[in-house]
């Protein structure tokens, strides 16, 4: 049964530490999402890449946040350096995009919850 | 800002009643999906409605577009203590859009054994 695998499922670090948060999209999909989950705000997206290709970052803070898709199999998302408010559950997504239209269903890993103190 | 926002916030049943959420938006859409989310997990895919159809049925649940009020709804019948998690909607933009699958806050929905 195919998945979105996302590690490490937890991660404590002090403030102004590096997080590296990493995701395996499922095989053949050609789309990856970034979303960030907290109570106040819900599910904002972070990130979007297709085919491997950064889409739309405009959600992320540039000066301390950047994601990259190194290979199909590998997407990550760095915080670097990381901050109190930056203390949340981030998801990883992935999805086939056909013609520049996103109408299939998302898979969603479990998260990377982040407590940053 | 969220394309689609759920109603109500919360909801609590009894099991065996059937639970109503509404989720509206604001701009054109090609395509409307519900995801589940149970607590410490991931969203998990639901159902997925397209712009022209009005109403699709899985299982359980029951889903309405209305284009034209920008609104769906999930409905789910003869619910049972396993459903409780949170619901959200999510709107697909059209081709060409530069906006993304954008969700709303969501639904938690309770169901009492």
């Known amino acids: 049964d195919a998945r979105v695998t996302q590690t490490p499922r937890h991660k404590v670090t002090e403030m102004g530490q590096e997080v590296t948060m990493r995701c395996q999209p499922i095989?053949?999909?050609?789309?990856v999402f970034w979303y960030r989950q907290t109570m106040m705000q819900g599910l904002e997206l972070l990130a979007y890449?297709?085919?491997?290709?950064?889409?739309?970052d405009s959600g992320m803070p540039k000066d301390r946040f950047s994601a990259e898709m190194p290979d199909a199999t590998l997407a990550t998302l760095k915080i670097q350096p990381s901050e109190p408010r930056d203390s949340a559950v981030y998801f990883c997504?992935?999805?086939?995009?056909?013609?520049?239209?996103?109408?299939?269903?998302?898979?969603f890993g479990n998260g990377t919850r982040l407590t940053v103190t | 800002s969220q394309q689609g926002e759920e109603d109500p916030q919360a909801l609590s049943i009894q099991e065996g009643e059937n639970a109503t959420m509404n989720c509206s938006y604001k701009?054109?859409?090609?395509?409307l999906q519900w995801y589940r989310q149970n607590s410490g997990r991931g969203l998990v895919h639901l159902i997925l409605?397209?712009?022209?159809?009005r109403e699709k049925h899985s299982g359980r649940l029951r889903v309405t577009l209305d284009t034209s009020k920008k609104s769906s709804s999930l409905l789910i019948t003869a619910s049972r203590a396993a459903d409780t998690a949170s619901y959200f909607c999510?709107?697909?933009?059209?081709?060409?859009?530069?906006?993304?699958?954008?969700f709303g806050s969501g639904t938690q929905l309770t169901v009492l054994p």
């Open positions: 997504a992935s999805g086939s995009a056909s013609t520049g239209v996103l109408d299939s269903p998302l898979h």
């Open positions: 095989l053949g999909h050609n789309t």
């Open positions: 890449f297709r085919n491997r290709a950064p889409l739309d």
């Open positions: 701009t054109s859409i090609n395509n």
């Open positions: 409605i397209r712009s022209n159809e």
């Open positions: 999510a709107t697909g933009p059209p081709r060409g859009s530069a906006r993304q699958l954008t």
